[in-house]
Nanobody, 130 residues
């Protein structure tokens, strides 16, 4: 099982991108999803997370007010809308899936513990430059 990210690319500062995260071989229905990014020479950092129910969403401070995370369980897809992009948003973006237990449907996944996730994708490159 794995995840597949898409939607990355080159965009000018102030621009927007929409990333998608789709599972391969399983349903996202019972998984909380987290988005992480890794800039060259830096550690992977959590960006945003959404509960399996979709009712709890968290954002890292650097992206609050600019990024919007959502999920469509019917389409088995999670979307990360990124607006007002800056050069600091450049990096490889990864989505991860984690099951948070039988009562974890409304819990957002941890953004500070990438090791907690069960499945990852290969990442999609986002490059913000003028």
């Amino acid at each position: 099982f794995k995840l597949v990210e898409s939607g990355g690319g080159l965009v000018q500062p102030g621009g927007s991108l929409r990333l998608s995260c789709v599972p391969s071989g399983f349903s996202l229905e019972y998984y909380a999803i987290g988005w992480f990014r890794q800039a060259e020479g830096k550690e992977r950092e959590g960006v945003s997370g959404i509960s399996s129910y979709g009712d709890t969403i968290t954002y890292a401070d650097p992206v609050k007010g600019r990024f919007t995370l959502s999920r469509d369980n019917a389409k088995n897809t999670v979307y990360l809308n990124m607006d007002s992009l800056t050069e600091e948003d450049t990096g490889v973006y990864y989505c991860g899936a984690v099951v948070l237990g039988p009562n974890g449907g409304s819990r957002a996944p941890p953004l500070d513990m990438p090791e907690a996730y069960d499945y990852w994708g290969q990442g999609t490159q986002v490059f913000v430059s003028s």
